[in-house]
């Protein structure tokens, strides 16, 4: 079983800050590390999938940074706003006997107007 | 497409009961898991199928069945519900390749057992 740990827990920004927050899993035997996104009451959905070292992702003001060597991924959000708040994922892929993803607790983001 | 189905969204059971939860796709994806998620933990693997006819057992599989007859459904069974198995389930799906391929979550289902 991967240890994927996700900092912080909870996060208030202002509104129209920016903002990051960390996904730290194992480097060795590395595949790929998902971002979802996960709005209370709905279920989770997809924001990146990254797999090579030294990726970057963008999705409008949300992007994305991989570093498979030390096993870290940074999430930022330029320019929060009230829509952002929501529980953010991210998840390594497990591989081996247990197929499927191994996600982290999640960081709660609450946008503060 | 209705994308990924669960029902029901909510069920309450008493302790020893059974039941199915049930999970549908209308993507054609091979690959179905189910996941629980618990106040203060991530969502962790319960079963999962790479195909009609295969399943494997996740991270956390004691007490709970499954069987994949279709490519479209995946149900998940309780056999003898517990306390302990509290929880919101998430059926998920993705295509093969499931290493890059994102996964497309059901809205879940939010079991009590007394």
């Given at each position: ?5 996700q900092s ?12 990051n927050?960390?996904c730290?899993?194992?480097s060795s ?20 999938v ?9 999705k ?6 991989l ?6 991924s940074y ?16 998840a390594q892929?497990?591989g ?7 996600f ?10 | 497409?209705a ?17 199915t939860?049930?999970?549908a ?13 618990d ?8 079963h999962?199928s790479?195909?009609a ?17 279709t490519?479209e459904?995946?149900?998940l069974r309780?056999l ?12 998920a799906?993705s295509?093969?390749g499931?290493?890059t ?13 007394l």
């Amino acid at each position: 079983i991967l240890n994927v740990e996700q900092s912080p827990q909870s996060l208030h920004v202002q509104e129209g800050d920016s903002t990051n927050f960390t996904c730290s899993f194992p480097s060795s035997n590395f595949y790929a590390l998902h971002w979802y996104r996960w709005e209370t009451a709905k279920s989770p959905e997809a924001l990146f999938v990254m797999t090579l070292n030294g990726d970057e992702k963008k999705k409008g003001r949300i992007s994305a940074t991989l570093n498979t060597k030390e096993g870290y991924s940074y999430l930022y959000i330029k320019g929060s706003q009230p829509e952002d708040s929501a529980t953010y994922l991210c998840a390594q892929y497990s591989g081996g006997g247990a197929d499927g993803l191994t996600f982290g607790k999640g960081t709660h983001l609450i946008i503060q107007p | 497409n209705a994308g990924v189905t669960q029902t029901p969204k909510f069920q309450v059971l008493k302790t020893g009961q059974s039941m199915t939860l049930q999970c549908a796709q209308d993507m054609n994806h091979e690959y179905m898991s189910w996941y629980r998620q618990d106040p203060g933990m991530g969502l962790r693997l319960i079963h999962y199928s790479v195909g009609a006819g295969i399943t494997d057992q996740g991270e956390v599989p004691n007490g709970y069945n499954v069987s994949r007859s279709t490519t479209e459904d995946f149900p998940l069974r309780l056999l003898s519900a517990a306390p302990s198995q509290t929880s919101v389930y998430f059926c998920a799906s993705s295509y093969m390749g499931r290493v890059t391929n994102t996964q497309y979550f059901g809205p879940g289902t939010r079991l009590t057992v007394l």
